[in-house]
């Protein structure tokens, strides 16, 4: 009777393993979804990268990780999408649907007054079918 019980644990055991694997496949495929890390440099005020690229109809989520000193933000206008305030040290994240093929700016929304001279508060992000 251990060796039913011993088989019946394999085959529970293979069928969670070959489900786990094909979620991961098919949550990583270009249809999915991915997730693009963004660090705001602490005493600088730049967005590393400075691009990302997508697939057409991928859930895109971006972290934003604020190093700098100061408040930031982090904003797509093409897809409505932004973290709203980050606080120093802090993580943001937005998350949207890449609908639309081409290259869109990401920023931090300052005010022009806040924004003079940081001409690196930008990067591009670009959607491919």
Do not use: C, W
Request: net charge neutral; charged share 10%; glycine share 10%.
């Amino acid at each position: 009777m251990a060796s039913k019980s011993a088989k019946m644990g394999v085959l529970v055991l293979a069928l969670i393993l070959a489900g786990g694997i094909a979620y991961f496949v098919y949550s990583n495929s270009s249809t999915g979804s991915t997730e693009v890390q963004i660090t705001l440099g602490a005493g600088s005020v730049y967005f590393m990268p400075t691009a990302a690229t997508v697939t057409l109809g991928q859930t895109v989520t971006f972290v934003v990780f604020n190093t700098d000193n100061n408040p930031h933000a982090f904003a797509i206008k093409a897809f409505s999408a932004s973290t709203g305030d980050i606080q120093p040290g802090k993580t943001g994240r937005v998350t949207f649907v890449a609908n639309q093929v081409g290259s869109f700016p990401f920023y931090s929304p300052l005010s022009a007054d806040d924004a003079k001279g940081m001409t690196d508060l930008n990067g591009t992000l670009t959607v491919r079918a």
